[in-house]
Each structure stands twice: as C-alpha cells, then as structure tokens.
C-alpha cells in the first residue's frame, strides 16, 4: 500500500511558478510509476507528467517545455515545477502512484491560476 501527501498548491497569476510536492510512504523505487494528474471543473481528470519505472517521463502536450517534473529518492517525493502558469492550468492536481497492480492517488490540491 502508498499513501501519498501532497502540498504547494496555492493561487498565482499567470506567468507564475508553483512548485507541488507528493510525498510518499514507501521508497519510491518500489512504485512502477509516480506523477501528476489534474481535473478541471467538468472536465476529466488527465495526466501531466508521470516518471515510469523504466525511468522514462511523460508530459502533457500542454504542459510540455513549462513543467518539470523531479523526484528526491532519499525523500520519497517526487515534485511537479510549475512555471509559465496559465489560466487554463487552473485544476485541482493529484499525486498518483501505480505500485503492483493497485493505483493510489493523494488528497488533491488546488491551484488556481489568475489572468
């Protein structure tokens, strides 16, 4: 089982930088994949950038070359760099974790973006 802690989301005007932390209860060498996701209001959830076992990364089209994604192994935390903020980014993010054959997911946290 992974319980993840998420924190750093906040509001921030357009052009700003976020960064968002997911800490985890296990080593995250353990997890067959760790990231983001966020849902806008109706919309479906999507993905943003995810780290794979294999140690490829994944991002959004949308979000690519703005938002960095970069763990700390000692600390079991992976973060998500936010910069160039957008109002279309405006979303509550979730932490995922794929560990086994179950899938976790943080609390959530909303960032909202200003124009």
């Known amino acids: 089982q992974v319980q993840l802690v998420e924190s750093g989301g906040g509001l921030v005007q357009a052009g700003g930088s976020l960064r968002l932390s997911c800490a985890a209860s296990?080593?995250?060498?353990?997890?067959?994949?760790m990231g983001w996701y966020r849902q806008a209001p109706g919309k479906q959830r999507e993905l943003v950038a995810r780290?794979?076992?294999?140690?490829?990364?994944h991002y959004a089209d949308s979000v690519r070359g703005r938002f960095t994604i970069s763990r700390d192994n000692a600390k079991n935390t992976v973060y998500l760099q936010m910069n160039s903020l957008k109002p279309e980014d405006t979303a509550v993010y979730y932490c995922?974790?794929?560990?086994?054959?179950?899938?976790?997911w943080g609390q959530g946290t909303q960032v909202t973006v200003s124009s």
């Open positions: 780290f794979i076992s294999d140690g490829s990364t």
């Open positions: 995922h974790a794929a560990f086994n054959t179950m899938v976790y």
């Open positions: 296990r080593s995250i060498f353990t997890i067959n994949a």
